[in-house]
């Protein structure tokens, strides 16, 4: 559940990000060992590559650890390393096969069971192993390994983009889920914003790293320990930045005054140019994560702005003029694709449709619901003091075998667009449409953007599962903040409609497109109030939080009856103190 953010740090470095090191460097690093691809052979060869030889990590005196991206990288080689993660249903446990793919023909071969416990990667990947500058052992420990993390090519001849999804979810009711390395390219072994900080003082170390022996056994990686020289700094978010070498100080400047220079520079932030010689690297201050949705393409809608997105460790920064401070971008392009997937907002059709609204024979979505999860009881802050809430997160996911879009169309003038639902052939062209609605502006902060109407619904049930409190929330800006199945048929990877800043219109958009793309779905977080259910004057006991999908069934889609997901809750204590308990929905046991 999202907690608020700490009072003054709205302006300060958010994320652990990344070590001086380019892209090519990983590339330096790996060319000369990489097979011939002419001869290379379907199954894939795994290897353990370091960026660079050393990194320089900080700790922050205001919230000490240092987070370990140590710049290791998994290389796949001779095809790709691809796996599938699934479970049948909430009731079975989570189960993972390796896929080899040779042209047309695709095998697969089952893991051990037990291998993963959830969809968040590979546990107990990495071992890593730190020892000071005495030779004294500071720390042994063993780290998860996602495939789908920062990445990038190892070779030119490399497919220029990856074809794998950019994250491993974490969402508690992930259904299932593709990780994969792409032929010719390398992964980031460390575990990212995800991982916890470890305790170390300023001073210099040296790190082993290596990947444990039942993933060497079972991939075919050879025991290979890659050492890297850490250099940990201590440092504090109201310091100013470090001025490169060979530039002018602030101080120097004509006109310039050190203190204010300094302040300017902690706010605009991030890390120096690697071309920058003899600058040290400035790495952002860690936060704590601001929504309840997990790591995934974006974060649930919220009232809080999402943390920033991991960055991938061998990303080349890009310098400003001014003391050669930037941040590296995240997002989509040649040889990156590091989690943080912001995909614009695809654009409507230039008129709203004409003609006769045909419904055709052709694939549609089909939406359905997840049980409620992130389930918490807060009060009513200091908007509405007093009163007790129960707030969680939802989320509505498309298994498809078709893409759900809707389009808005503003008249002149009008508050509310006109929402139409279209119908594509096999060929991707569209072949009808239909009337669904309207779609309203939302000026609510964490909003601020367009809703359409009856998407989906919540309501707390009784214990004899009959209506009780409805939240007032009923309108949705659709975007695909979750990948939930990626094995459905049609899932696509790499959906539009991710950034929830662009994904739903402006106020003064004429018209605008919604998407919600096969085996993604959205999440809201049930985080204000007025959008959570008011359960001052509730009595204690058992009830059910119902999230459906569709409610008045204005979407066409191909199976209305299981729209619905419920998910117990037991609700106790006093008023002004109210406590929840949220029972284990079958295997999941997550609030």
């Not at 440092?235 to 400047?253: D, L």
């Amino acid at each position: 559940m999202m907690t608020r953010s700490p009072q003054g740090r709205t302006n300060r470095l958010t994320r652990p990000s990344i070590a001086v090191a380019a892209a090519v460097a990983v590339t330096a690093g790996v060319v000369a060992a990489a097979p011939d691809a002419k001869t290379a052979e379907p199954t894939p060869k795994l290897s353990l590559i370091a960026a660079s030889t050393s990194v320089t990590l900080d700790s922050w005196k205001e919230d000490p650890g240092v987070y370990l991206d140590l710049g290791t990288y998994l290389t796949s080689e001779n095809g790709a390393f691809e796996l599938k993660v699934t479970r049948k249903s909430y009731k079975d446990p989570v189960v993972a096969s390796q896929v080899f793919r040779n042209g047309k023909k695709t095998t697969t071969k089952a893991l051990p069971a037990g291998l993963v416990k959830d969809f968040s990667g590979l546990p107990g990947f990495a071992q890593i192993k730190l020892t000071d500058a005495a030779g004294k052992t500071v720390l042994s420990q063993t780290e998860a390994f996602c495939p789908n993390n920062a990445s990038g090519r190892v070779r030119p001849d490399a497919p220029a983009q990856s074809k794998y999804p950019q994250s491993c979810p974490v969402n508690p009711f992930t259904l299932g889920s593709v990780w994969g390395v792409e032929n010719g390219w390398a992964s980031n072994t460390y575990a990212g914003y995800y991982s916890k900080p470890v305790q170390l003082a300023a001073g210099t170390y040296t790190a082993k790293i290596n990947v444990t022996k039942k993933y060497r056994d079972l991939f075919g990686i050879a025991n290979q320990t890659r050492t890297v020289k850490v250099t940990v700094r201590e440092r504090s978010w109201e310091e100013p930045p470090p001025v490169p070498v060979g530039s002018r100080s602030a101080a120097s400047a004509p006109g310039g005054h050190e203190g204010h220079a300094g302040h300017e520079g902690h706010e605009k932030a991030a890390a120096p140019s690697a071309h920058a010689h003899g600058a040290p690297a400035r790495t952002e201050a860690p936060a704590a994560r601001t929504t309840g949705a997990g790591s995934t393409f974006n974060v649930g809608h919220g009232p809080y702005p999402p943390a920033p997105a991991a960055l991938p460790w061998a990303l080349k920064k890009e310098s400003l003029q001014r003391e050669a401070f930037s941040s590296a971008k995240a997002g989509d392009r040649a040889g990156q694709t590091d989690g943080s997937r912001q995909a614009p907002g695809v654009k409507p059709n230039a008129k709203r449709p004409t003609g006769k609204a045909v419904v055709p024979d052709v694939p549609k979505p089909d939406l359905r619901s997840l049980p409620a999860y992130g389930i918490t009881v807060s009060d009513g802050y200091e908007e509405v003091p007093g009163k007790d809430y129960l707030a969680f997160s939802a989320n509505v996911w498309n298994a498809g075998p078709a893409k759900l879009v809707v389009d808005g169309f503003r008249s002149p003038g009008k508050e509310l667009m006109d929402a139409y639902q279209y119908f594509y052939d096999a060929a991707g062209k569209q072949v009808g449409y239909t009337p669904t609605g309207t779609m309203e502006w939302d000026p609510r902060p964490g909003h601020e953007h367009w809703h359409f109407t009856d998407f989906a619904s919540y309501r707390l049930l009784k214990a004899d599962q009959k209506e009780s409190v409805r939240s007032g929330k009923e309108a949705f800006c659709l975007a695909n903040t979750d990948a939930v199945d990626y094995t459905v048929k049609n899932a696509n990877w790499h959906p539009d409609n991710t950034d929830l800043s662009t994904a739903c219109g402006q106020e003064n958009s004429i018209s605008v497109r919604e998407v919600l793309d096969v085996g993604s779905g959205d999440t809201y977080t049930q985080d204000l109030p007025g959008q959570s259910f008011d359960i001052t004057d509730l009595p204690n006991g058992t009830y059910y939080i119902q999230v459906l999908a569709n409610p008045e069934n204005r979407l066409k889609e191909t199976n209305h009856k299981n729209n619905s997901a419920l998910r117990k809750v037991v609700l106790g204590g006093k008023k002004g103190a109210r406590t929840v308990k949220v029972p284990a929905h079958h295997l999941v046991n997550a609030n």
